[in-house]
């Protein structure tokens, strides 16, 4: 494998919930920019992990994740929105909001990204065309079949238009003709250009698909082949990093002396400054003075930022349930007024 193709880098990963409990156990594997491959093995074996892990909702007890030469665990947490606007996940349980239409969870989640309102219409009515469903756009999640429910779920994953596209069981309890829908849709995703991977047990997907399939059992990587669900090859024992890494801004390059993502000149840059008055927008100042503060001393300092947070980055700023409802109708106020301008 050619290094400057590789988009992900898993090398040598493990994650201990407790001395009993290894979800993941030095995993290494790589994928390649425009690949398409599948994460397969039974429930248990650490898929769901790894996929947390990417999108940095956990952090690994050891190892190395790369994305795009992200240095992932050491990615600051206020460029965590950044960098998830990259991914593209769907996820199981799909998480579709059950109030809004199917055309208002795409416009949604474009409002969230801070698009014009002719570039959000445009958006949506071609995604809406690329996973067939433009009829259904003004039904409402339960309105829908489960195909439906999985296409309208991969149409607002790509909202955002993301270099690696994640599905995580996109045809469990699914018909084949609807499974057969949602293969040939993810397909013409990765002919476009964005790379893609399957997390499932669908043996009949994969098997058609013949592509890469990586196989996990017990948090450990036991087999890396192409073509059928059931081939096995021993994977590669370790899988070979650049130790330049780039975080976000591809001028600031660093090494192993990496900490929380600054260089040593960003380090003492970034101490001298800390008595400094913070820089906000100013929009913020009528949010609660408490939700400010929480936000401001995460380096969340801007409108764009805000709109961005996932429930996972609330739950670390401690934003209580009070004060999420607080946060809601300030974001909801805020984007109606810039929608009228």
Same mark, same amino acid.
């Given at each position: ?53 990417? &999108?940095?909702?956990?952090?690994? *007890?050891?190892?190395? $994740?790369?994305? /795009?030469?992200?240095? +992932?665990? =050491?990615?600051? @947490? ?110 013409? &995703?990765?002919?476009?250009?964005? *790379?893609?991977?399957? $997390?499932?047990? /669908?043996?009949?997907? +994969?098997? =058609?698909?013949? @592509? ?130």
């Amino acid at each position: 494998m050619e290094q400057e193709t590789a988009m992900i880098i898993f090398d040598k990963v493990t994650k201990k919930y407790s001395e009993k409990i290894v979800a993941l156990e030095d995993v290494s594997f790589s994928l390649n920019k425009g690949e398409f491959s599948f994460l397969v093995g039974p429930s248990g074996a650490g898929k769901t992990t790894l996929l947390r892990l990417l &999108i940095r909702e956990e952090l690994p *007890t050891s190892g190395a $994740i790369l994305f /795009d030469k992200i240095d +992932v665990p =050491k990615l600051p @947490n206020k460029l965590l929105p950044k960098y998830r606007q990259r991914l593209g996940v769907v996820f199981q349980n799909l998480r579709l909001l059950e109030s809004k239409t199917l055309g208002e969870n795409i416009q949604f989640a474009l409002e969230i990204l801070g698009k014009q309102e002719k570039e959000i219409k445009e958006t949506t009515d071609y995604l809406l065309e690329l996973v067939k469903l433009q009829d259904r756009k003004d039904l409402f999640p339960a309105q829908l079949s489960g195909g439906e429910q999985q296409r309208g779920a991969i149409a607002r994953a790509l909202a955002n238009n993301p270099d690696f596209l994640v599905a995580d069981e996109p045809t469990g309890n699914l018909d084949p003709e609807s499974s057969f829908q949602i293969l040939d849709i993810l397909n013409s &995703i990765n002919r476009a250009g964005t *790379t893609v991977m399957v $997390i499932t047990h /669908d043996r009949e997907m +994969v098997n =058609k698909m013949n @592509n890469r399939v990586i196989r996990m059992e017990e948090g450990k990587v036991i087999s890396d082949s192409k073509g059928s669900y059931d081939a096995i090859k021993k994977p590669k024992s370790k899988v070979v990093i650049e130790r330049e890494i780039t975080i976000l801004d591809p001028n600031i390059k660093i090494g192993d002396e990496a900490n929380e993502g600054l260089t040593k000149k960003n380090i003492k840059d970034s101490k001298s400054k800390k008595e400094e008055k913070k820089e906000y927008d100013k929009d913020m100042d009528s949010l609660d003075e408490s939700i400010k503060k929480k936000l401001l001393d995460a380096q969340i300092t801007s409108i764009d930022l805000i709109l961005n947070l996932t429930d996972e980055d609330l739950d670390n700023l401690n934003i209580k349930d009070t004060e999420r409802e607080n946060l809601e109708d300030f974001l909801s106020e805020y984007l109606n007024k810039k929608q009228k301008k």
